[in-house]
Antibody
């Protein structure tokens, strides 16, 4: 059974830093691209960042570029999101999501974690 | 603001058919995928690619794409289908992925 378990969410002051982790199990982690997707309270889904299966390619939404860094350790089956210079508007539940295997002209997330809550407030 | 546009809310009578739409320029070149999210739960993939259902998703869910519009159709909506539905696709230019703003489906 595929499982994605996020951790690391917390209450942090504006300008602070936080590192999220997502521990994967039930599949060959090193074969799949992964993403972080966030959801602010009462709002919709917002894609944040993605990383290729080997980890050599990374992608970011404009709203977090230069502040967040995605990484992975395939030996530990773990995905990370280093969040620096946090802003009030970064407050959200952060989900890690597995990108499904290649389908022509499509990108999709076939498994999601329950998420970890990041609250940025003074 | 989302670069994929969805109606904020749609309602359907129990057992009837409902179509939820998603519009955006990226859909000229990429298929939409669809997710169902119930309160307090993680999103669940219901349709991906041209019209593929993951294992366990009922066959009353189907997808279609035409021009800049993608549609999710639920044929014979059930009470348990009440949820928020999101579309996503690969962005047509800079971004990796884009989501629609979501459509809240109410089953009457």
């Amino acid at each position: 059974e595929v499982q994605l378990l996020e951790s690391g969410g917390d209450l942090v002051q504006p300008g602070g830093s936080l590192r999220l982790s997502c521990e994967a199990s039930g599949f060959t982690f090193s074969r799949f691209a992964m993403s972080w997707v966030r959801q602010a309270p009462g709002k919709g889904l917002e894609w944040v960042s993605a990383i290729s299966a080997p980890g050599g390619s990374t992608y970011y939404a404009d709203s977090v570029k230069g502040r967040f860094t995605i990484s992975r350790d395939n030996s530990k089956n773990t995905l990370y999101l280093q969040m620096n210079s946090l802003r009030v508007e970064d407050t959200a539940v952060y989900h890690c999501a597995r990108e499904g295997l290649v389908v022509p002209a499509a990108v999709y997330f076939d498994y999601w974690g329950q998420g970890t809550l990041v609250t940025v407030s003074s | 603001s989302s670069e994929l546009t969805q109606d904020p809310a749609v309602s359907v009578a129990l057992g009837q058919t409902v179509r939820i739409t998603c519009q955006g320029d990226s859909l000229r070149n990429y298929y939409a995928s669809w997710y169902q999210q119930k309160p307090g739960q993680a999103p669940v993939l219901v349709i991906y690619g041209e019209n593929n259902r993951p294992s366990g998703i009922p066959d009353r869910f189907s997808g279609s794409n035409s021009g800049i519009t993608a549609s999710l159709t639920i044929s014979g909506a059930q009470a348990e289908d009440e949820a928020v539905y999101y579309c996503n696709s690969r962005h047509s230019t800079v971004k990796h992925v884009v989501f629609g703003g979501g459509t809240k489906l109410t089953v009457l």
